[in-house]
């Protein structure tokens, strides 16, 4: 009975016939019952496919490890040498519910390191203020607060989604004064003092970058920039005694770099390049990002891709004359998350809080799964997975060091859970 002739028939075929093996080949097609057309695979032949196979095996077993940092040039090798170092332990794993007396999906949060305070905002136009365990106090805002600002000692900045920054007393959350810093949305506003001042920066759906001095309980803008697309996220931090403010937009894979002069006056510097392969199209877009403020500032940026978020970690290093309006090849690490997200996520991501170590020691990374991840930077690789607190989506998150000088989360969720890790 004839048998169908297959590739592998036509390429021993092939091989008998290239090395003059004529009776071989004709007992071969004998024993076969068919007539094979001898023919290579793709053009090779099977000779060159076992060579292959040889060599491959050969190279997959070389006890030799591939370093990914090797090639990166040496100003990147000594950032990583000097301000990286690995996930350091103990860290906050077990969780506990924080507060039963808050039924709002939260939006916002922050810590306030002088009291220990904590404070929420949720959908319905709330905020609350939380001692240990206890709302101590709570208020009904007009309108909806994206977000809250602790600032200086005693006061906080409500960020309403109507473009208005309202300044309230700590504990009591009494009115101070308002502004209204943008005509539509804001996208995400940051504190700092630097020099004595005050600062707000303000990044709003107008596509306004603005600058706004706090001085004895009153707002005043001091400066703005108008973007020429979308801005998703940024952050700020003091480098070199400027306030410099990096920021990421939508569809574009560069950082602007823009710094406070002795003006109070808003100033591009240049930008830093999130995508080494410069002259392809983006794919992704900055879509998080948060600032350590090392003795050269680490930028790690939680990015758009699919289905897994990545992070992206570029230092902010002093801008040469030489370097041109774009840095290139500033890449330290581009790190896969294994956080799942879509178009529609909005990643969260968190240097982890050991600045008394003086190094880098990873990255908190929050889940569309409910499953917080922690990046060791150095090995570049989730080390930890916190599975035991959410169901779903991770919506917001803070982490403090506390008075006995531990490191601590508060995470909240879209099952409306606001759980303490310890």
Known sequence: MSKQTTHIHKLIADYLKENNYPET??????EHGNRIHPSKLLDESLHD????????????????????????NDDLK???????????TPYPNTPSKLVNDIHGLVIGSCYSPTTGMVYFST?????????????????????????VLCVGDSDVILVGMNGTLYLRHEESLVEVSDFQAHRRLIVDAKYIKSKGKEYIVSLGYDFYVRLIELENGKFRLLSEIKLQQQGSCFDVTEYQNQVIIVLGKLENT????????????????????????????SGFSPRSLTIQSLDIPLVAVGTSHE????????????????????????????????????????????WRLCKQQGKASGVWV???????????????????????????KIKDFISYIDDENGEKL???GLDREILEWK
């Open 25 to 30: 080949l004709k007992q071969f097609e004998i």
């Open 49 to 72: 496919i076992i060579t292959d196979r040889l060599q491959y095996n050969t190279l997959i077993h070389q006890t030799e490890t591939i370093n990914v940092n090797d090639e990166l």
């Open 78 to 88: 000594t950032i990583i040498r000097d301000e990286f170092t690995n996930w350091i």
């Open 123 to 147: 959908n319905d136009s709330k905020v609350y203020v939380v001692k240990g365990n206890d709302v101590v106090n709570s208020i009904k805002m007009p309108v909806v607060i994206k977000n």
């Open 254 to 281: 560069l950082l602007d770099v823009i710094s406070v002069n002795g003006n109070d006056e808003l100033v591009p510097l240049y930008k830093i390049s999130l995508n080494d392969a410069e002259f392809t199209a």
């Open 307 to 350: 289905p897994y978020m990545r992070v992206i970690i570029v230092p902010l290093q002093e801008q040469n004359t030489t370097d041109g309006p774009i840095k290139r090849n500033q890449i330290i690490k581009n790190l896969n998350t294994m956080s799942p997200q879509d178009r529609y996520s909005q990643p969260i991501i968190s």
């Open 366 to 392: 929050m889940g569309d799964d409910g499953i917080i991840r922690g990046l060791d930077i150095k090995e570049d690789k989730v080390v930890v997975e916190l599975k035991n607190g959410h169901e779903g």
């Open 410 to 412: 508060i995470t909240c």
